[in-house]
């Protein structure tokens, strides 16, 4: 497997030369087919370097990406169940009581003896 740091640097050697390179060819008059061939490019290889060295850097993969977020404030607590007897008992229940649950509490307290 190549090293990682080799190729970087040679990547960074490239862009370099290709900056020079087309830096010189805006100083001149000569047309892509005439620098080329002076510089011992082909033209596709220039036209792709152009491209490449005019759009700005893809960020680099290990920069966190920013990622868009809507903070909603926190649910109200829900309110508990309240079963109120004649007797003045109070029976709460969660919220979130099944309504089975509280069918079978009330079926369970209408069996009791008195």
């Given at each position: 497997m190549p090293d990682s740091s080799l190729r970087s640097r040679s990547d960074a050697s490239a862009n370099r030369q290709w900056v020079e390179r087309l830096e010189r060819f805006a100083a001149g008059n000569h047309t892509?087919?005439?620098?080329?061939a002076a510089e011992g490019v082909s033209d596709s290889?220039?036209?792709l370097w152009r491209r490449r060295l005019a759009q700005?850097?893809?960020p680099a993969s290990n920069q966190p990406t920013v990622v868009p977020i809507r903070v909603a404030p926190a649910p109200a607590p829900a309110t508990p169940i309240e079963l109120a007897f004649p007797s003045g008992t109070i029976l709460r229940l969660p919220a979130d009581a099944r309504p089975e649950f509280i069918v079978a509490i009330l079926r369970g307290l209408e069996e009791r003896p008195c």
């Open positions: 892509v087919v005439e620098f080329c290889n220039f036209y700005p850097p893809a």
